[in-house]
């Protein structure tokens, strides 16, 4: 039984471990994608932070600006068709949007476990 002074454990939210396979198929998705090289590049960085992100949300699930920053990394990759001018290329376009709408989502759905895990931090001595 847990209680608000136990410690959150590390490497257990179900959360950042999507957020980590999210930002891998990000990176990895110009393999099956037809893709121009900034395409590929900004599939390749935004997935790596994302999945960075995640494994710095699952070592250290206390600390609540990794959520926020794993949500603004899900907006900018469903905006990023726009922003790099990749509308046009289907796979690529519906992968951003997927995966970038999913990362938002497990971000949304993290802040509170990540909120609950920084006040029992907080409250240890």
């Given amino acids: 039984m847990s209680d608000m002074t136990t410690p959150a454990r590390a490497w257990t939210r179900w959360q950042d471990w999507a957020e980590v396979v999210l930002g891998v198929v990000a990176v990895l998705s110009p393999?099956?994608?037809d893709t121009t090289?900034?395409?590929t590049w900004t599939l390749i960085i935004l997935g790596a932070l994302i999945a960075l992100d995640g494994?710095?949300?699952l070592a250290m699930p206390g600390v609540?600006?990794?959520e926020y920053v794993q949500i603004v990394l899900?907006?900018?990759l469903f905006i990023s068709p726009w922003v790099m001018g990749f509308t046009d290329m289907t796979g690529a376009m519906w992968s951003a949007?997927?995966?970038?709408?999913?990362?938002?989502i497990m971000g949304l759905?993290?802040?509170p476990a990540a909120n609950t895990a920084h006040r029992g931090m907080a409250g240890q001595h």
């Fill in 31 to 33: 393999l099956w994608l």
């Fill in 37 to 39: 090289n900034p395409v």
């Fill in 55 to 57: 494994l710095f949300s």
């Fill in 64 to 66: 609540v600006y990794g």
């Fill in 74 to 76: 899900g907006i900018l």
């Fill in 97 to 104: 949007f997927i995966l970038g709408a999913l990362t938002l």
């Fill in 109 to 111: 759905a993290a802040l």
